[in-house]
């Protein structure tokens, strides 16, 4: 009985003991880097189990385990590590792991490890976008990228994009990149809301871009939208609000400095004064400000600061059968233009708002068997204060409007007469427009832009036939459509007399009209594309083999008749084969067979092949017992690629098309003339038959290495490029051929260059820092480009770059009278004392217009640079993006010569005989003269290099047990700023990178300006 009571008791213990280990408790804790960057969608798993969850955005997790538990920490590009549960709170570092960092690096038509790439490839990912608190997503990677120039020209809402440029122009025809997104070819990326990107790549070389082909030759941008993970729903919610001013504006002088100027431009040209001393007093003292005001237009104008606010709404999540990511996202961009009453009741301000949507799902149907789809979406309203259109000067545009107000001298007008008229005065030039009037009196316009993106996946494993073969198939099916809604107004406007006080109505306004009726247009086009074929992969023991052979077609219906009625379409063939031993030694083949309906018949199509290889030195034995070698290897790459996008706007230019033109021929008696109708080749172009594309030759030399256990990191790359077959018109032919000639494909141009990238990351105690370094040279040179016969050494193309400016060289400023007379003669112009002297370069002994020759670079720079400081505690961190360009110059130019006499500040330094030893700027001529002062010369040209605080972002994630508290999985709050600060030697006061290059009907300083923003920003996750 003792026996069995003793049983009993030690039975009822031993199951006490098992609950108690069996007992289920709550850990949480954060999972952070080596260097103590918070790492999110690190997989948690508990160890011999499919339980498990995912970090957060803030790289906290919370999962309930058993207790003596073991969890397996794993993420992409990190070691996996073990740790038994010990208590609730579990704080993770995980080390990097060099060999599977950026594991899925997403590449043409595929994905590749990066431990195995050859070419010459760059990624930046989401973290890094989000930075930037920019309304267009490609205004964020400036400085990320290595070889990427990015360029902001503007800053209208809406129309802010960047012009992306990959390793500099080895064209003087079209260098843009294609994009690519979601394994589909699409017309742009700026617009997608970040919050949706996942990784963006940058593809350099030919190794990367062969397999685009006849596509492939400037570069290629991939972007891969976010996926959903294994794990329960996440939703996460991101707002910034932002403030923005102006970089910089263009800044008169006031009414007194600007008569007093024209007073001395009147003296300068022997012409009677236009103003009288009483009168320069009353701008001085401002005692009749109806009379003589004091109006600086764009200040008055514009704002300080202005509004943008970005919303973003995202859940994700999934299971092994499916998984999820959906995001819908706001934006709202105003303008820089002041909030002015309209009698017509609409916005004097520019703004754009933009709505989109993303739903990305992938359902693994079974196991052989996956379906993925791909939704986007976006429509956007850009709204401006416009005039009418015209075939001429269309005013429906915010350049328009700009071109006006520089058009303005502050002693012009008042903005409005004492009764609350429009004030105007034609006498001060033509076209001197009230420039409050065109904001709220000339009209209006909007432009709506509707875009869905859609593609389709199939994978289907084909194990049964072979290991490793796979078949894909993409589908992709994307609408675009614009329409532009205008509605135009009038104003009546009057002019007071400055002297007698006398009030008329100006006659080239001379009456208020109504909003007419709505004028809009509209086009679009529908995109399809095709991908249908096989991938493998397979090890072999050391020998890991892999292959893709796709074919490919795309149309792309854009609205249009005649000859652009027809899809443009392009079709072919690409593969990739791969091979390495060990991941020691490397080899790759890319290639592609495809054409374009650009080209005639039977020269339609080309091949485009591509090698490259590596060498993973660390691998080798004789370096396995240095520690301080985590990773050295060296690649190189040569191949040809091509460039189809020759064409511009036309179409078929191996065609000649003819129309008949009616009474192109009389005869028959004088009083009975009969007329008939002939044919002839329209507009006097005749068609090339053999137009083909632009073949780019590549090589491309790289290192990369991993130093000290990681901590620094290194990669170069030496590249050239030798582009043939540009499209180039032909000028040095004869007119007695009576025809336009047709473009030949003769041009040549030969580019290189090299990219750095250094990065140091190291911590102390919980006090992390790092610093990357990225510089990217390109050079170009033309080496063929038709000229005019007999041109000039001086005035040739060829030998120089691509956009080289060519201008006068300048010897300084005439210093006297005595010194033109003793200077050569010119047929420039006449000349006064501080007017530029300039050289004679082709040493005839006379000044002429033969005279010009390169100067300075183009305004595409040669150098972009960027060094990134960060630092961590805890928390709370702080990163710094300072980013410049060298080897650049800009010929925007802001002078008096306009209609107006507007004169601006860098002017008062102008030449008189008091300032002759200090001037910095030319004497000054009247509005109407004629004067060589301002033909481009290399004394005005703009060195237009610069080095900014592109980004800064302080960022603060609030500790687990505050967010617990508030039942949220983490909160992050962000102070940021954007292009806050810009060092330069650029004369004027806008931002040197901006330019009026798209709309030429007006001035090239026509330009919006680019925003200063300051943000601050809160992202939660539930």
């Known amino acids: 009985m003792i026996k069995k009571i003793t049983l009993l008791i030690a039975l009822t213990f031993a199951q006490l003991l098992i609950a108690h280990a069996q007992e289920i408790r709550k850990v949480s804790g954060v999972v952070k880097g080596e260097s103590g960057e918070i790492l999110p969608g690190i997989n948690v798993k508990i160890k011999a189990s499919n339980l498990g969850t995912i970090t957060s955005d803030i790289g906290e997790f919370s999962i309930n385990v058993q207790n003596d538990a073991i969890l397996v920490f794993s993420g992409i590009g990190f070691k996996a590590k073990e740790q038994k549960v010990t208590g609730a709170v579990l704080n993770i570092t995980l080390q990097s792991d060099i060999d599977n960092l950026n594991e899925v690096i997403v590449v043409g038509f595929g994905q590749q490890k990066k431990s195995t790439i050859t070419g010459a490839i760059s990624t930046v990912n989401t973290k890094e976008i989000l930075k930037s608190p920019t309304s267009n997503v490609t205004n964020s990677l400036v400085g990320r990228i290595t070889g990427l120039t990015a360029v902001q020209k503007g800053g209208q809402p809406g129309r802010n994009a960047a012009v992306l440029n990959i390793r500099g122009a080895a064209t003087y025809g079209n260098t843009g990149a294609v994009v690519i997104v979601d394994g589909i070819q699409r017309e742009s990326f700026g617009d997608i809301d970040p919050n949706e990107i ?46 923005q001013s102006p970089t910089g504006i263009p800044r008169g002088v006031s009414s007194f400095d600007n008569a007093f100027l024209m007073n001395e431009a009147d003296r300068n040209d022997g012409r009677n004064e236009t103003w009288t001393s009483d009168e320069l007093q009353k701008f001085k003292d401002g005692s009749d400000p109806y009379g003589y005001p004091d109006i600086k237009w764009f200040e008055y104008l514009t704002r300080k600061a202005y509004l943008q606010t970005q919303h973003n709404v995202n859940v994700s999540g999934g299971t092994k059968l499916i998984k999820y990511f959906a995001s819908v996202g706001y934006l709202f961009e105003d303008g820089i233009f002041k909030k002015f009453n309209s009698p017509y009741g609409f916005s004097s301000t520019p703004s754009y708002n933009r709505y989109n949507f993303r739903s990305n799902t992938d359902f693994n149907l079974t196991n052989n068997l996956q379906f993925i789809v791909r939704l986007g979406g976006r429509f956007g309203r850009r709204y401006q204060p416009g005039g009418p259109s015209a075939s001429t000067f269309s005013y429906d545009n915010v350049e328009g409007m700009i071109s006006r107000i520089l058009q303005i001298p502050s002693f012009a007008y008042p903005v409005t007469l004492a009764d609350g008229r429009i004030a105007q005065n034609f006498d001060v030039g033509t076209n001197t427009w009230n420039p409050l009037a065109t904001l709220t009196r000339w009209g209006t316009r909007n432009d709506d832009a509707n875009t869905i993106e859609s593609n389709f996946t199939v994978n289907y494993k084909l194990d049964a036939l072979t290991k490793g073969l796979s078949f894909k198939g993409i ?27 006398v009030i008329t109505l100006d006659q080239s306004r001379n009456r208020d009209e109504p909003l007419s009726g709505l004028i809009s247009s509209s086009s679009g086009n529908i995109n399809s594309n095709l991908q249908l074929g096989l991938n493998y992969a397979r090890s072999f023991g050391s020998h890991n083999l892999s292959g893709v052979l796709l074919a490919t077609r795309q149309l792309n219906q854009v ?183 047709p473009a030949l494909n003769i041009g040549e141009v030969y580019n290189k260059g090299y990219e750095l990238e250094i990065g140091y990351k190291n911590k102390i105690g919980e006090f992390n820092y790092s610093i990357n370094t990225q510089l990217s040279f390109a050079r170009n040179k033309i080496i063929k480009r038709d000229e005019p016969i007999n041109t000039p050494e001086n005035r040739k193309q060829a030998g120089n770059r691509v956009g080289q400016f060519y201008g006068f060289t300048s010897l300084g400023l005439y210093q006297s009278q005595a010194d033109i007379d003793s200077y050569l003669p010119t047929t420039l112009g006449p000349r006064i004392p501080g007017d530029i002297k300039y050289q004679d370069i082709n040493g005839d002994g006379i000044i002429t217009a033969d005279d010009t020759s390169p100067i300075g670079f183009s305004r595409l720079p040669e150098y972009t640079y960027s060094f990134s400081p960060s630092i961590s505690y805890k928390g709370l961190s702080l990163s710094v993006l300072f980013q410049g360009v060298a080897n650049v110059s800009s010929d925007v130019i802001l002078t008096e010569q306009n209609n107006g006499f507007q004169v601006y500040e860098h002017q008062l330094d102008r030449w008189t005989p008091e300032t002759a030893a200090t001037a910095t700027w030319p004497a000054l001529h009247t509005r109407n003269s004629i004067s060589g002062n301002y033909l481009l010369n290399d004394y005005l040209l703009q060195n237009a290099a610069y080095l900014k605080i592109r980004n800064v972002e302080l960022s603060y994630n609030l500790p687990a047990k505050w967010c617990d508290a508030i039942k949220l999985k983490g909160l992050r709050l962000t102070l940021s700023g954007q292009n806050l600060y810009t060092w330069t030697k650029y004369r004027f006061s806008l931002d040197p990178e901006v330019i009026n290059d798209e709309n030429t009907s007006f001035s090239r300083q026509s330009v919006y300006p680019t925003a200063r923003i300051y943000n601050l920003g809160l992202n939660l996750t539930l």
């Open 198 to 243: 996942e990784t963006i790549s940058v593809l350099k070389d030919a190794s990367s871009t062969a397999i685009f082909g006849i596509k492939g030759a400037n570069g290629v941008v991939i972007v891969t939208t976010r996926s959903g993970k294994e794990g329960k729903p996440k939703i996460s919610y991101t707002t910034n609000v932002s403030l």
């Open 475 to 501: 589908f992709g099916y994307d609408s675009y459509f614009t329409s532009i809604t205008q509605r135009n107004a009038n104003w009546a406007a009057f002019r007071q007399d400055r002297k007698t006080g």
């Open 559 to 741: 609205e249009g008749t005649l000859l652009n009625a027809a899809p443009r379409a392009s079709e072919g063939l690409v593969s990739r084969t791969t091979y390495n031993y060990k991941e020691k030694y490397f080899f790759e083949f890319n290639a592609s067979y495809n054409g374009s309906e650009a080209f005639a018949p039977g020269l339609q199509y080309g091949f485009f092949p591509a090698v490259s290889g590596a060498w993973n030195i660390a691998k080798e034995d004789f370096l396995s017992k240095v520690s301080w070698i985590d990773n050295l290897k060296i690649r190189g790459s040569y191949g040809q690629v091509g460039n189809d996008n020759v064409s511009g706007s036309g179409r078929f230019l191996f065609l000649t098309d003819f129309n008949v033109q009616t009474g192109g021929v009389t005869f028959g008696l004088p009083n009975s003339v009969v007329s008939s109708p002939i044919v002839v080749v329209s507009n006097g172009v005749e068609g090339n038959p053999l137009i083909t594309w632009e073949t780019g030759t590549k090589r491309n030399i790289g290192f990369e290495g991993a130093f000290l256990k990681n901590a620094l990191t290194l990669n170069f790359d030496l590249f050239d490029e030798k582009r043939r077959n540009i499209l180039t018109r032909k000028l040095s032919g004869q007119t007695i051929y009576g025809l336009t000639y």
